[in-house]
């Protein structure tokens, strides 16, 4: 081995200086806006080709565009993507039009804060259907390509919020108690148990695809850089947030324990990586996997319902 090459490896993970990726394919969900939107810029910058998730194709050619006008060789397209509507779902893994997928980022979320409880058209609460059952039934559907590669990886994007409530297996969609910001925390608090239970059955198959759970910490528009036609703000919101960055951060460094996750060949199945500064902002650091996270039969149990509820299971093909 040359020293170029030992001196490549023994570098610590930098996120100022991402590795190489050419010839691999990502897809991230919710790659034209907000987290995500940085997510797949800083991983266009590998020389991979990115795929942005979005419902919105004007969006999604905006955010396009400005990744283009940074990384000037930037392989990134579009795929339209609803998850809101399962049954489109199926048509989007063929869209991909790839003969394997080496990394899927689900990122896409929504929060509402309306008092009046919403549904998607399959009848599920709105953030639990979408946040979730939505990737859950996605992961399935791409699971040929994610296998087909030599080391695919699920990154799913929870919350920090996600650590501080408790799912309730009898009331899943939030019909008896609708809280919005309750719901929302559960619905990312699934999508976390969701990534943790799909490793162990990945592992229990020996199957070569592995399952990283991340958080973003704390990140506010106000800290988060602008992007032409993508995210702007005033000289107002950002002297205001200014103080806020004492505790959290912008969207652009929120990526990074997503960004890692994909890309470093020492994160591992079955891990949760969020902002090393409190969980809220810094490098991104490997955290405990405890309380609620850790609760298996509540995993197992969710698992079971998400299959119902979307007729889908994320089984890769093994048992």
Not at 57 to 76: L, T
Not at 105 to 125: M, Q, S, Y
Not at 179 to 194: C, E, H, I, N, V
Not at 309 to 317: C, K, N, Q, R, S
């Amino acid at each position: 081995m040359s020293s170029a090459v030992q001196s490549r490896q023994s570098r610590p993970w930098s996120v100022h200086r991402l590795p190489r990726a050419d010839g691999k394919t990502f897809l991230v969900t919710g790659g034209n806006a907000g987290i995500g939107y940085f997510v797949a810029e800083q991983l266009a910058g590998t020389g991979a080709t990115v795929v942005l998730g979005s419902r919105d194709a004007a969006r999604a050619e905006a955010a396009m565009a400005s990744i283009r006008s940074r990384v000037p060789d930037a392989h990134v397209r579009h795929l339209r993507l609803d998850l809101a509507d399962l049954s489109s779902l199926r048509a989007c893994a063929d869209a991909l039009e790839a003969d394997r997928l080496d990394a899927v980022v689900h990122n896409a979320g929504v929060l509402i804060e309306e008092p009046e409880r919403r549904e998607t058209a399959d009848g599920n609460e709105w953030m639990f259907g979408i946040n979730h059952l939505g990737h859950f039934a996605l992961t399935g559907w791409l699971a040929p390509l994610l296998a087909a590669a030599p080391a695919g990886r699920v990154v799913t994007t929870g919350s920090f919020t996600g650590k501080s409530v408790r799912l309730d297996l009898a009331d899943l969609q939030s019909t008896r108690d609708y809280r919005p910001k309750r719901t929302y925390s559960r619905s990312k608090l699934a999508q976390m148990l969701f990534g943790f239970e799909l490793d162990r059955r990945l592992r229990a198959a020996a199957s070569p695809v592995s399952s990283v759970v991340t958080h973003p910490g704390g990140a506010l528009d106000s800290l988060t850089p602008e992007r032409a036609d993508v995210h702007r703000r005033t000289t107002g919101e950002r002297l205001r947030g200014l103080p806020a960055g004492l505790l959290v951060q912008g969207k652009e460094h929120a990526a990074w324990p997503a960004v890692r996750a994909v890309l470093d060949p020492s994160v591992s199945g079955g891990q949760l990586w969020g902002p090393r500064v409190f969980g809220l902002r810094g490098l991104p650091a490997l955290e405990p996997v405890r309380d609620a996270l850790a609760d298996r039969a509540v995993a197992a149990s969710l698992w079971e319902a998400s299959r119902d509820l979307t007729g889908v299971d994320p089984a890769f093909g093994l048992t």
